[in-house]
């Protein structure tokens, strides 16, 4: 499996804090991207990096990519309460029009008030 | 905003029953995706389609079938429904593109097998 590994599994910060995760592979890729999923419900899609950009920033959000060691990380900073979910990075691997994603396991984030 | 839509949130049904999930979404995407999520190992492809009527299978298609005879409709099928079988089931959808799009993903149904 071309699976992606997120690390640390689990994070638990004050509000107002910044939160890092990141994510490695093991395959060149198309693009990565970050997707969040609060308890109970499905994934939402965050931000997507192509394998050509290095960092990209959208709102509270910052993701970097170092393709040389197929590794990416996802900063939140400032966080809030509503923070509080999985987060879960997917490589595109190839030119494909299936769009089939490789999904890590994800970062359990908590962001204690 | 794309609308993924899932028939059921809660599902039980029993050891051997044939199973059917649903999935509908409404932004004429082509591509379309079955997931199961398991604590620890994370979302893991059973089976995705491209286009009406084709199919491929994922990284854990045993016991499971799926179904698109309209493009907006994406069915998995449980053939004989077992204990392991129980998971949350997430459904997605893309559009159709080389860039490899966002997928966009119904609200999942939880699945117990008795």
């Known amino acids: 499996s071309q699976q992606g590994e997120e690390d640390p599994q689990a994070l638990s910060i004050q509000e107002g804090e910044n939160a890092t995760m990141n994510c490695s592979y093991k395959?060149?890729?198309?693009?990565l991207q970050w997707y969040r999923q609060n308890s109970g419900r499905g994934l939402v899609h965050l931000i997507l990096i192509r394998s050509n950009e290095r960092e990209k920033h959208s709102g509270r959000l910052r993701v970097t990519l170092d393709t040389s060691k197929k590794s990416s990380s996802l900063l939140i900073t400032a966080s809030r309460a509503a923070d509080t979910a999985s987060y879960f990075c997917a490589t595109a691997h190839g030119s494909s029009n299936t769009g089939k994603l490789i999904f890590g396991q994800g970062t359990t984030l908590q962001v204690k008030p | 905003d794309v609308k993924v839509t899932q028939s059921s949130r809660y599902l039980v049904k029993r050891t051997g029953e044939k199973v059917f999930l649903e999935c509908v979404q409404d932004?004429?995407?082509?591509?379309m995706f079955w997931y199961r999520q398991d604590p620890g190992l994370g979302l893991r492809l059973i089976y995705f389609s491209y286009d009406v009527k084709m199919k491929e299978k994922g990284d854990i298609p045993e016991g499971y079938s799926v179904s698109r005879e309209k493009k907006e409709r994406f069915s998995l099928i449980l053939e004989s429904a077992s204990t392991n079988q129980t998971s949350m089931y997430l459904c997605?959808?893309?559009?159709?593109?080389?860039?490899?799009?966002?997928?966009?993903f119904g609200d999942g149904t939880r699945l117990s097998i008795l």
């Open positions: 395959t060149s890729i198309n693009n």
């Open positions: 997605a959808s893309s559009l159709r593109g080389g860039n490899h799009q966002p997928q966009h």
């Open positions: 932004m004429d995407h082509e591509n």
